[in-house]
């Protein structure tokens, strides 16, 4: 039997977890989480890292398992996964792998995309700009030079701002111009199934899982991390929003509706991206297991 990787794609809170863990259990297999916002120790909450109980559920791979002080990137997180994968497929034909970072989810299915080299000056300069006139200039600037990309990139994450822009200006190209649709030798085939709902219902379920958040602690799990608030892992929302509070930027209040409302936009972005591939099986987010393991078992030969 050939072996496949069925990678679970869709916005945040719409249930990409529980779905996961019903599928590992059906098909006895293990999970490979590419959401990178939980790869890391000291962020639980503002992440939804999977609860203990969903944990023991089925084994996971990918989660919590680097702290925010560790240099990592999607291009390590391929080489991790690819060897992962290796391993996990001497001993199971199928791996669930489940996660909404779109970037990563390609980098395990397709491979990294090839970069022109730029001059590492456009970087320092962009930093610069970053500090001095904020992320809004930022964004203003990737919407015109590259509008393809702008629809697809987490808007509130600096880091990837800054890496396309250093692209834009230092190729004179589009940073999207070089995103491959060739996909890299695999030893695996894989089958993304998409779950989604109607724009009201993933707004709202959006909304109540921050509410959920806040009640859970949050906050205080911001204020451990505020004095390390510039480290890269904690450009995100969630943390973000909370610290312009305790810098006294705002009311607690209006915080958490920026977290519902950058999540908001984070989810269209993510449903922009994983709607690229007319090859996802997309299920509605309420869809029983039974229906979702029958399409998927017709894409196993």
């Known amino acids: 039997m050939s072996k496949y990787l069925i990678s679970i794609v869709g916005a945040t809170a719409i249930g990409k977890t529980a779905l996961s863990i019903k599928l590992a259990n059906h098909f006895n297999t293990e999970i490979i989480s590419c959401d990178s916002r939980q790869f890391f120790k000291e962020m639980t909450i503002g992440t939804a890292v999977p609860s203990s109980e969903e944990l023991n559920a089925a084994k996971h791979h990918f989660i919590q398992h680097i702290s925010i002080f560790d240099g990592y990137n999607v291009g390590q997180f391929e080489k991790d996964a690819i060897a ?77 701002l800054i890496r396309a822009l250093e692209i834009c200006i230092g190729s004179g190209k589009p940073y999207s111009s070089f995103l491959k649709d060739k996909t890299a030798s695999r030893n695996f085939t894989a089958i993304k199934v998409g779950l989604t709902a109607d724009r009201p219902i993933m707004y709202d379920r959006i909304n109540r899982r921050v509410n959920i958040m806040m009640d859970e602690g949050l906050l205080e799990e911001a204020k451990v991390l505020y004095p ?22 705002c009311t607690l209040e209006f ?23 007319e090859n996802t099986l997309w299920f509605d ?16 030969s």
């Open 84 to 160: 992962t994968l290796d391993e996990l497929f001497k001993k199971h034909d199928i791996v669930i792998m489940v996660g909404g970072s779109g970037l990563y989810v390609d980098a395990v299915i397709k491979g990294l995309d090839d970069f022109p080299k730029v001059d590492p000056n456009i970087r320092s300069t962009l930093n610069e700009q970053l500090e001095n006139e904020g992320i809004v200039a930022l964004q203003q600037q990737l919407q015109k030079l590259d509008p393809v990309y702008y629809e697809r990139v987490a808007l509130e994450n600096p880091h990837r």
């Open 285 to 300: 987010y309420e869809e029983n297991i039974e229906t979702i393991v029958k399409k998927i078992e017709e894409r196993l």
């Open 228 to 249: 390390h608030k510039t480290l890269n892992a904690l450009q995100t929302v969630g943390y973000r929003e909370l610290f312009e509070y305790m810098d006294g930027n």
């Open 255 to 277: 915080a958490v509706s920026e977290i519902q409302k950058n999540t908001r936009r984070f989810a269209k972005r993510q449903g922009t991206w994983f709607r690229r591939d």
